[in-house]
């Protein structure tokens, strides 16, 4: 009898340097290790590697790292969702309405506002399953619906459209602790008093560190990525989350709930900036009717970055992450490096021309796909 198993693609063993060279990851790898060359080179002595320089994009990383692990998840279930940085304006809002025009406890503001935001999320989902409209058309009918809401509540209810006195009305929150304060401090006055980091030598602050903690935002977006990363290749769930962005039909005849995942995602879409834009409102103490303009197009790109595919059912979190790494170290590096700060996104769109081809490319090369 002969043995077929040597000509059969489904049992051809696969080398560690293509398994490497196929993964999703690896335009946002060589677009990070490029990156960080580039500023190493030019910016190296302008105290963007000094603690508060990493402190600087790190924190602007992890913003759109937020919203790229929601982002990422739903266009791996074959889905997009336009309507997030609306959405981010929108909560930033209800917040301020709810906490200082309104006066309620901030941590039942925050609820309440991440209640009516999951919702906005699941009747994106509920829509596009049950008509079979594009998500495109559907979330983007809900990016106008959003941002109307934003600007005319504000206006109707308080004559404005920036509503401060939100820093003060949390004081004291457990809630509202949770995405504006910071963590770490002592340890980082440790390091200040023993030299290891720099401190403050005038003014109001004199003797205390120049990073005087991480901000909740950061600790957010580490905590997302890890669940994102882990849901996404060691559950069942991860498993449907790729079948349905693959090929939802056969995934419905192998008894994958199709709908329930793409609906979920789009909650969990909304979750992500809803976390976002309450850390934002923390952060700035006041919410405006401007807030969140084309981040929806900055969670997309760095997903793409990261190596998904704008098709569905392929793509990482873990590259997502590095996509959103990427542009805070970009946006802040440019600062440092004396660049002219509109250059920009003309750099982001160059690193997304180069990882997109290198992903085609490779992964033609390697697959023998056409």
Not at 147 to 174: C, H, L, M, N, Y
Request: net charge neutral.
């Amino acid at each position: 009898m002969t043995d077929t198993s040597t000509n059969d693609e489904r049992v051809k063993e696969m080398s560690g340097l293509r398994r490497a060279l196929i993964r999703p990851e690896l335009g946002g790898i060589v677009g990070t290790i490029a990156v960080f060359t580039f500023f190493l080179l030019f910016a190296f002595d302008s105290g963007m590697f000094s603690p508060q320089g990493v402190l600087n994009w790190t924190t602007v990383s992890a913003q759109f790292m937020i919203i790229a692990v929601g982002a990422c998840l739903l266009m791996i279930a074959g889905e997009f969702d336009l309507s997030v940085g609306s959405m981010i304006g929108f909560a930033g809002m209800m917040v301020a309405i709810f906490g200082v025009v309104l006066a309620w406890p901030m941590w039942l503001a925050i609820l309440v506002t991440f209640a009516i935001c999951i919702a906005f999320g699941a009747l994106n989902g509920y829509i596009v399953v049950k008509t079979g409209l594009p998500s495109f058309i559907v979330t983007l009918a809900t990016l106008f619906i959003l941002r109307g809401f934003t600007i005319f509540i504000p206006q109707t209810v308080e004559s404005k459209t920036i509503i401060g006195g939100i820093r003060e009305a949390a004081e004291g929150d457990w809630l509202g602790a949770l995405f504006g304060a910071k963590i770490g401090g002592p340890f980082f006055q440790w390091l200040g008093d023993n030299g290891w980091i720099g401190v403050f030598t005038r003014g109001n602050r004199e003797g205390q560190p120049v990073v005087d903690g991480i901000p909740m935002l950061i600790v957010w977006a580490v905590v997302l990525v890890v669940i994102g990363h882990i849901v996404l290749t060691r559950t069942r769930f991860g498993n449907w989350i790729f079948a349905a962005g693959g090929d939802a039909q056969a995934a419905r005849y192998a008894g994958v709930p199709v709908d329930r995942v793409k609906i979920l995602m789009f909650m969990f879409t909304a979750f992500c900036a809803t976390v976002f834009a309450v850390c934002q409102v923390m952060e700035f103490g006041s919410a405006g009717a401007d807030r969140g303009i084309l981040k929806e197009f900055e969670a997309i790109i760095a997903v793409v970055i990261g190596g998904a595919l704008l098709t569905g059912g392929y793509g990482s979190v873990i590259g997502a992450a590095l996509g959103a790494l990427i542009f805070g170290v970009v946006q802040q590096g440019l600062f440092f490096a004396n660049v002219e700060s509109s250059l920009f996104r003309v750099f982001l769109g160059v690193i997304l021309l180069l990882a997109v081809i290198l992903n085609t490319y490779i992964r033609r090369l390697i697959t023998g796909e056409r």
